[in-house]
């Protein structure tokens, strides 16, 4: 690899003398469909888009209270002292009602949202679970499921004083397959764990993030997150292949599969996958695993307009093919970032966009080989204006650093408004460009990061203190602009407390009333992980 190193420097000396460069401007309007938002309690607002834009108007006066905000306590019953001696019965030194030890039980990552839970259970086992769950059923008892509560939109805290019952202890790995690589774990498996555990197997776990050393398995399952390597391996509709689940009432539903075919009747595990724990509560999790690579590269590029990252993107799939496995972005807002309040420093020369490259495979020569054809076409046609390679891991871990801690570096800009966008890839940063201007001087910084393979957007705004009337510009403006496009408003985050009002704008009607069909079938009392995932008005 040494030689592509070289190369890239002769490349980046020459590119230095060619001046600036050209930028592609696409001219295609996306074709747009009506959006019902009748049903939605949203400010009357009417805004422009730009390029593939619509119209969209909301039906209510300024006076309403914001969609995200959490609605009134549902009348669930209130916890006594009879209920505390039957879960102290269930659960022997494991029931927990001091404050101090509950405080970080009720606050989210975040720390935008705070319950007032006075309960938290940790339970061991999927029969201690369904106890709890029976129990809390028969007394219609509210329960807020939590894993590693590093969830973004408000799912995984309580909002009023629902019993948290927490995963954490749910922690053991059951089996693990090395011939076909299907490993199953409880739902309390901490994802960095199991990836080490994988890997002194010569195996790696299909996806990771940026939270895997807080986050569990079971809360990743229960939100279907994505991460960096889900234009590699998909998503985790795919790579499940069994989950054991208790329901509501208690029941035990084992769909714990460890067969990749299984064509008998409905998947009933898919129903799980993404639902925010408002279901049922997940407790073990079977999952295929991929071989560990043995070669891995990671290459961090510079590009002088979007346009260019994305035809730097389209070489990429063709050139690397099967060993492209990650390709992200930040722009300089990101960067600056970074420098500012991590003091982490440019590996290259400033630009206003900056692309990670991650391959992975079996052979090293075969892999830097096709890395350097990549590298070479893309700086000798100007898509990129300057480069650097890392094969070791204390240098790849370095330059993943530049991606994975852009979240970091926003908690300490000021108070963050964060949106999880899917979007037509070529236009997932037209809405950062568009946000800028919406607000002008009103939001501190308005930055745009994200996994470019699979087109989806993290739009991040701070702002010195939470501004009520930021927020207000910011919502439904950035929800309005995504569902003209044909956007998601949830890639990867679910919907949770803050956007639950929110699903109109990425479903229809019929959809949403099927889900809450579902729920209604599933937990008739609605005592699972109440006022998230689905509208206020299907209750």
């Given amino acids: 690899m040494a030689g592509i190193f070289q190369k890239t420097l002769r490349l980046r000396t020459a590119l230095r003398h060619l001046g600036p460069h050209s930028t592609f401007s696409s001219t295609t309007t996306a074709r747009l469909s009506p959006v019902d938002l009748r049903s939605l309690f949203l400010p009357t607002t009417s805004w422009q888009f730009g390029l593939c834009c619509q119209k969209l108007h909301t039906g209510a006066d300024r006076s309403s209270p914001s969609p995200s905000a959490a609605p009134d306590r549902l009348p669930f019953s209130r916890i006594t002292q009879e ?19 509950l405080e970080s039980s009720n606050v989210d990552w975040l720390k935008t949202v705070k319950g007032s839970s006075e309960l938290l259970l940790r339970p061991q086992t999927t029969e201690e679970v369904s106890q709890i769950l029976k129990y809390c059923n028969s007394r219609n008892l509210a329960v807020n499921p939590q894993g ?51 890997e002194e197997r010569d195996y790696i776990m299909p996806l990771d993030l940026g939270a895997k050393g807080s986050c569990h398995i079971g809360g990743n399952v229960a939100t279907n997150a994505g991460g960096l390597r889900l234009l590699r391996y998909g998503s985790l509709h ?87 496995s990650a390709y992200e972005f930040l722009d300089s807002e990101c960067m600056r970032l970074l420098n500012t309040h991590l003091k982490l420093p440019n590996p290259i020369s ?50 993943w650093s530049m991606r994975e801690r852009v979240t970091e570096a926003l908690t300490h800009d000021g108070f963050t408004y964060k949106y999880d966008i899917s979007l037509p890839v070529e236009r997932i940063y037209q809405l950062v460009t568009d946000m800028r201007e919406h607000l002008g001087d009103r939001a501190k910084s308005v930055v745009g990061y994200g996994h470019v393979g699979d ?76 006022y998230k995932t689905l509208p206020d008005n299907l209750k």
């Avoid at 990749?260 to 408002?278: A, H, M, P, V």
């Avoid at 991650?358 to 100007?382: C, I, R, V, Y």
Wanted: proline share 5%; hydrophobic share 40%; glycine share 8%.
């Fill in 83 to 101: 209920d505390l001696a039957v879960f102290r019965k269930i659960l022997p030194d494991r029931v927990i009602t001091d404050p101090d030890l």
């Fill in 148 to 198: 590693g509560n590093t969830g973004l939109v408000g799912g995984s805290v309580p909002v009023y004083d629902e019993i948290v019952l927490s995963t954490a202890l749910m922690n053991n790995i059951l089996t693990f397959d090395s011939i076909s690589g299907i490993l199953t774990c409880q739902a309390g498996c901490v994802l960095e764990n199991l990836s080490l555990y994988l």
């Fill in 238 to 324: 795919g790579t499940v292949l069994g989950l054991e689940v208790v329901l509501a009432d208690g029941r035990v539903l084992d769909c714990l599969a460890t067969l990749r075919k299984d064509n008998t009747g409905y998947d009933l595990k898919q129903l799980f996958i993404g639902s925010e724990g408002t279901l049922g509560v997940i407790t073990a999790v079977s999952i295929l695993c991929p071989r560990k690579p043995k070669s891995v590269n990671v290459v961090f590029l510079g590009c002088e307009t979007f346009e260019q990252l994305l035809k730097t993107f389209q070489l990429c799939r063709g050139m690397l093919g099967e060993i492209l």
């Fill in 350 to 399: 400033d630009c206003p966009f900056y692309v990670v490259i991650e391959t992975s495979g079996s052979d090293p020569t075969h892999d830097g080989e096709k890395l350097h054809n990549f590298l070479e076409e893309a700086m000798t046609s100007s898509l990129v204006t300057d480069g650097t390679v890392a094969t070791e891991d204390s240098k790849i871990k370095a330059l």
């Fill in 455 to 530: 087109g989806n957007l993290h739009l991040n705004i701070t702002s010195p203190a939470k501004d009520p009337a930021l927020l207000a510009a910011i919502e439904p403006f950035v929800y309005e602009w995504t569902a003209s496009c044909q956007g998601s408003i949830s890639a990867e985050h679910g919907l949770g407390l803050k956007k639950r009002n929110y699903i109109y704008y990425s479903k229809p009607s019929q959809a949403v009333a099927l889900m809450g069909d579902i729920k209604d079938m599933l937990d008739p009392k609605g005592i699972l992980n109440p």
